[in-house]
């Protein structure tokens, strides 16, 4: 992505080796993958972030007993 928020192929070749009429047809396809990618990519990032701090508040000796059970667990499915 271009620093105006623009798409661009890093390897337009393919795309462009295509008859005129299959570019037009694949290009709406081809923008919309690369934006659910490049937010995909950005959620996963967060929820990663999330999962870390939930990890470090999780992890803290003051917590009740039954909260320490339940980040065992947490921590447990979270690594699988």
Known sequence: ML???KLQ???PAPI???PRSLRVRLL???RR???????????TSWVEA?????QRLLGRSDLPQEVE???SEIKRDWQV
Do not use: Q, S
Request: proline letters at 3%.
């Open 28 to 30: 709406p396809g081809i």
């Open 3 to 5: 620093d105006d928020g």
């Open 69 to 71: 059970a339940e980040a």
């Open 33 to 43: 993958l690369v934006r659910k990618m490049e937010e995909t990519e950005k959620r």
């Open 50 to 54: 999330m999962m870390t701090r939930v």
């Open 16 to 18: 462009l080796a295509a």
């Open 9 to 11: 192929f890093t390897e």
